[in-house]
Nanobody, 114 residues
Framework: QVQLVESGGGLVQPGGSLRLSCAAS????????LGWSRQAPGKQRESVAT???????NYADSVKGRFTISRDNAKKTVFLQMNSLKPEDTAVYYC????????WGQGTQVTVSS
């Protein structure tokens, strides 16, 4: 069965950093396009970053220059390095496959507050 399990969320001060991880199983990881999205209370879920099987990346304007998506095919894990965090980055962060069929994880909470 397919599982995507996010980890690494928590409470951080503005300007701080976190690295999120998503461990995948049940998929052919090396050929999968992957991404991170987030959802804050009362707001629509938005795509944050994507990475193709070949390593090409794309970012939402709101996180460009601050977040970096990467992947480790040997570990079947996708990462999201989050730097210079702002309070508006507070959300539940989800990893997912991109395209069909689509799978997603349970999410991990990121809270940016002083």
């Amino acid at each position: 069965q397919v599982q995507l399990v996010e980890s690494g969320g928590g409470l951080v001060q503005p300007g701080g950093s976190l690295r999120l991880s998503c461990a995948a199983s049940g998929i052919v990881f090396r050929t999968s396009h992957l991404g991170w999205s987030r959802q804050a209370p009362g707001k629509q879920r938005e795509s944050v970053a994507t990475i193709t099987a070949a390593g090409s990346t794309n970012y939402a304007d709101s996180v460009k220059g601050r977040f970096t998506i990467s992947r480790d095919n040997a570990k079947k894990t996708v990462f999201l390095q989050m730097n210079s965090l702002k309070p508006e980055d507070t959300a539940v962060y989800y990893c997912a496959t991109v395209g069909a069929p689509k799978y997603w994880g349970q999410g991990t909470q990121v809270t940016v507050s002083s």
